[in-house]
């Protein structure tokens, strides 16, 4: 059984930056799609940006579009979202998620392993 662990959440002021981490370990497969997903209080889960397995391709929501960037190291197992020019609008629990396919997908139902979450938290 694989697992995921999600690090480097926190409180922000609007504006700044936030880097979070994702790290696989157990039975996780380097050659699947990642992603990271968040939830606001009171609202779903949105997608928030997929990236395929090599990295070479990547998809954004458009409201992160311009200001996050999600990388992997399937060396290390590990994946990552730059958070940048931060609004409160952003403000929610953040799970990276691993695929049941190569190339990314905006479906959570493609996702077959997730972490527990990590908060972030930006005040205006």
């Known amino acids: 059984q694989g697992q995921l662990v999600e690090s480097g959440g926190g409180l922000v002021q609007a504006g700044g930056s936030l880097r979070l981490s994702c790290a696989a370990s157990?039975?996780?497969?380097?050659?699947?799609?990642m992603g990271w997903f968040r939830q606001a209080p009171g609202k779903g889960r949105e997608f928030v940006t997929t990236?395929?397995?090599?990295?070479?391709?990547?998809d954004y929501a458009d409201s992160v579009k311009g200001r996050f960037t999600v990388s992997r190291d399937n060396a290390k197992k590990m994946l990552y979202l730059q958070m940048n020019s931060l609004k409160p609008e952003d403000t929610a629990v953040y799970y990276c998620?691993?695929?049941?396919?190569?190339?990314?997908?905006?479906?959570?139902?493609?996702?077959?392993?997730w972490g527990q979450g990590t908060q972030v938290t930006v005040s205006s």
């Open positions: 998620a691993a695929a049941r396919r190569s190339w990314g997908t905006r479906n959570d139902d493609d996702y077959w392993l």
């Open positions: 157990g039975r996780t497969d380097s050659s699947v799609a």
């Open positions: 990236i395929s397995w090599s990295g070479g391709s990547t």
